[in-house]
């Protein structure tokens, strides 16, 4: 690397406008010691490929990239440019126009720039009250214009992203700062360059680049102006000391940001109708029937507030964290999600919802938690009720929530799918907005309604609403992220577990057989299905599977040791089968046998659609029978009562054959090879 | 003011309309660069101004005005219109194409750049001898310096003046 030479690297498709930019190049001074040279890229592929193949043409440290229209007028462009690089070895980049905060939207020329340069704009005014604001001295910013930019130090550039015209100069920029460069726009008394670009870009491919730097650059993208207004509408029933908790939480934020704030009572009769009546910062409503039903406490609070679109909806256990706002904004932004239901993290909800605790020392890094490799979201069937955004018009669009249906759970469920018919996404960002710990009392106590069951039953012809993904077995689909493996799920319900396993190898290609049409229509939007008997007809034939997945589903079949027998010729080499198996043996059901009961349930260890009943010694002679040479169990340990415990130390000692974990297993996880 | 919120949306709105638009303008640019080599070559000033016409449609659009080429060639056409209305020997005269169209108007905007700058004596003195050499006119001298990056217009027009060419 020749530290005593500047090299200019110009892409260019138009010799007219490159020769007299060259010629502008002749009138620099070049200081003693100083070497320069000009490479032209005539033929790349991008911008980024031709800064690329500059690099690599020059031994020059630093490098000063030009449009082609670019004309330098300042003759000590060369020493002001290296003697701003040698003034601090942390500065990577100096551009001659840059903004100090990325607009939300991404596009530079629409937030605040800052340094100088002589374009269209500048017309009938003197070029020294040009209309960027001058600082003094250099000044820090997160992009620069490409239409000038010189480098001290070669960083990747982003070429996997930016394969265009449009944003390699915003992606240079923010990669430098993340290599944890300086990017400086120096002041200038006039500008050092003029942009020529025909007054304005040819900006047709310009929205495709825009999309991608947002989703890349999250966390470089501006602050939330404080004309942003949030609409959050709690709802609380005997619950005043978290309502006031919440309150004071959300106040703190409305510092920050323009928060309307409404609250909806359902009749408590704890203080909280006299306490809300006390407060001028916000809105709400009483229900003074009484506890009424969730799906219409959410309607009518919505009809008298006009909520009808962009609103966050909370349970007042939930707390909502500092910088939720921005993080959900954010969020929306660089998603482009125009409408859907945001969910939000939680260690009370199954899915890709779901953060273990446990994994961390600290609960504030679970709320920093993100999986930064899957994209923005996760694709979802459903999302916790306590908290959730419904974003943009989908309420005008759905309808409103089922008022024939009491419960929380049921009236959720069903607009989940209602809005599952309608492609109305349902999504978990990755990286965490809020966390919610239900330990810290966010469960929700609204009450269970077994009328309200078999009302969403009847109303949507399904037995079971899976809205959430068998976590276990999903965990047991190891492989990299990037393989295109074969997945089919017998029984596959409404598809939650297959869209777990997409969420997490994109390329994998899923299959689903569901003998329930509704379960089948819904899963149909999110995976190939077939509506099939698998007693009847094998679904899929002509595709071989590395996974074939019954999850809970062996015991409802009427001979499932033929059935996997059949799964065996459908598996690729090294194939294997996943399932969830109920375990009969489960000390809860001894301890009801032993009092002489067996009563089977609607779900659960006994329910009552279960036609084969299994204990673990079971389950291992149907695999080994059918044919699997290497089979793996896993145990799904609940925790149990103290006289539960004291119960299988003495069946232990009535019979040792027996081992401790067949009792206090309530279900297994098998992983089967031949 | 608007807010980054309501920004946001009008800009997508913006680069929708954009994406939408493609489709439509690209072939009537497409016609009407056609059009102007067909009316070139035949040297027909007539039917060469009446090519604006197309220009105009996609004006209509608001979203043309996306295509830095297509601006140019609507101050093009405004050079042309004015001159025809004046009897001026057209800015396009003896040329064959809407290539060489463009690339005169560049050289003059570069011509006149270089009065504007006067970076070395040589240097401006071919853009002189360029604009002299393709009798520039006059409508064209102050459309282009009216409409391009100049702000020392009345510099330029002095040292035209003084060299015979205003």
């Known amino acids: 690397m020749n530290e005593n030479k500047l090299a ?302 962009d609103v966050l909806i909370f349970n007042v256990r939930f707390f909502p964290q500092q910088g939720m706002l921005d993080k959900l904004y954010h969020f929306i932004m660089s998603s482009q999600l125009k409408k859907g239901i945001v969910g939000f993290h939680s260690n009370g909800f199954y899915g890709d919802q779901y953060v273990d605790l446990k994994q961390y020392e600290d609960k504030t890094e679970a709320e920093i938690f993100r999986y930064r490799d899957r994209g923005l979201y996760f694709q979802e069937l459903g999302v916790h009720a306590g908290a959730f955004n419904l974003q943009g018009d989908i309420y005008q669009k759905i309808g409103r929530f089922d008022e024939s249906l009491i419960g929380c759970e049921e009236c959720m469920e069903d607009y989940f799918l209602r809005c599952i018919q309608n492609d109305v996404p349902i999504v978990v960002p990755t990286e965490t907005i809020a966390f919610f710990d239900v330990m810290d009392g966010a469960s929700l106590d609204y009450r269970d309604d077994d009328n309200s069951r078999q009302l969403l039953r009847d109303k949507w012809g399904m037995n079971y609403f899976n809205l959430l993904a068998n976590m276990r077995l999903i965990n047991e689909v190891a492989e990299d992220s990037d393989k295109a493996i074969h997945v089919l799920e017998i029984g596959c319900d409404n598809a939650a577990t297959l869209l777990a396993i997409k969420n997490r190898l994109p390329k994998a290609e899923v299959y689903g057989a569901e003998i329930n049409k509704k379960a089948a229509e819904i899963a149909s939007h999110f995976v190939k299905v077939e509506c099939a008997d ?61 009092k002489g009961n067996f009563t089977y349930t609607d779900m659960g260890l006994l329910d009552k659609t279960h036609i084969h009943l299994f204990t673990y010694n079971e389950i291992v002679k149907m695999f080994k029978e059918a044919g699997f040479g290497q089979i793996n169990i896993k145990d799904v340990v609940f925790p149990i009562a103290d006289n539960d415990s004291r119960l299988i130390d003495s069946l232990l000692q009535l019979e040792p054959v027996a081992k401790s974990f067949m009792y206090d297993s309530f279900q297994f996880i098998v992983k089967a090879r031949m | 003011m608007e807010t980054d919120g309501t920004l946001k949306k009008s800009m997508q709105d913006f680069f929708d309309a954009i994406v939408a638009s493609k489709g439509l303008i690209m072939p009537l640019k497409e016609k009407m660069l056609n059009a102007m080599d067909l009316f070139l070559k035949m040297q027909s000033k007539e039917n060469l101004v009446s090519v604006k016409a197309i220009l105009d449609d996609a004006e209509e659009t608001g979203l043309y005005e996306l295509d830095a080429e297509m601006v140019r060639y609507r101050r093009i056409f405004d050079i042309l219109m004015s001159e025809a209305k004046k009897g001026y020997i057209l800015f396009s005269d003896s040329l064959c194409n809407h290539t060489e169209l463009m690339e005169r108007y560049i050289l003059c905007i570069f011509a006149l750049r270089r009065i504007e700058f006067d970076k070395e004596e040589k240097f401006t003195e071919e853009g002189i001898q360029m604009l002299k050499n393709c009798h520039i006119s006059e409508t064209a001298i102050h459309k282009i310096c009216e409409t391009e990056i100049f702000a020392k217009t009345e510099k330029i027009y002095a040292v035209l003046a003084e060299r015979g060419i205003l």
């Open chain 1, 8 to 309: 200019f690297i110009i892409c260019s498709n138009d010799d007219l406008m490159l020769e007299e930019a060259l010629n502008y190049l002749n009138f620099l001074e070049i200081p003693d010691g100083m070497e320069v040279e000009v490479f032209t890229i005539s033929d790349a592929e991008s911008m980024l490929s031709g800064m690329q193949e500059g690099r690599e043409a020059t031994d020059a440290k630093y490098k000063v990239f030009l449009h082609q229209d670019t004309f330098i007028l300042y003759p000590h462009f060369i020493e002001s440019i290296v003697s701003i690089f040698e003034s601090d070895s942390q500065i990577g980049m100096i551009g001659m126009v840059g903004t100090q905060k990325m607009p939300m939207d991404a596009v530079m020329w629409n937030g605040d720039r800052i340094g100088a340069m002589y374009t269209w704009e500048s017309k009938g005014v003197d070029y020294k009250s040009y209309r960027y604001c001058l600082a003094d001295g250099l000044n820090d910013v997160v992009a620069v214009d490409g239409f000038c930019f010189a480098t001290a130090y070669d960083i990747p550039l982003r070429m996997d992203l930016f394969d265009g015209w449009d944003f390699y100069d915003v992606s240079t920029s923010f990669e430098y700062i993340r290599n944890g460069y300086r990017v400086v726009v120096p002041t200038q008394n006039e500008p050092w360059c003029l942009h020529d670009d025909g007054m304005i870009l040819s900006l047709w491919n310009y929205d495709k680049y825009r999309h991608i730097a947002m989703k890349e650059y999250v966390e470089f993208f501006g602050e939330i102006s404080n004309e942003e207004t949030f609409k959050i509408l709690l709802w609380t029933e005997n619950s005043l000391r978290y309502l006031k908790l919440c309150v004071e939480n959300i106040r703190l934020m409305s510092q920050e940001y323009v928060i309307e704030l409404y609250v909806a009572d359902n009749g408590s009769s704890d203080g909280t109708k006299e306490w809300l009546s006390q407060q001028e910062d916000l809105s709400y409503v009483y229900f003074d029937e009484g506890r009424v039903g969730f799906a219409k406490l959410l309607n009518e609070s919505i009809a008298a507030f006009g909520l009808e679109q």
């Open chain 1, 534 to 594: 698998i007693n009847v007809n094998f679904p899929f034939q002509n595709i071989r599977f590395d996974y074939i997945i019954f999850g809970d589903v062996l015991e409802h079949l009427p001979d499932p040791l033929k059935t996997l027998k059949i799964c065996k010729n459908y598996l690729n080499d090294g194939g294997c089968i996943l399932a969830s198996i109920p375990n009969l043996m489960h000390i809860s059901v001894i301890r009801e046998l032993l």
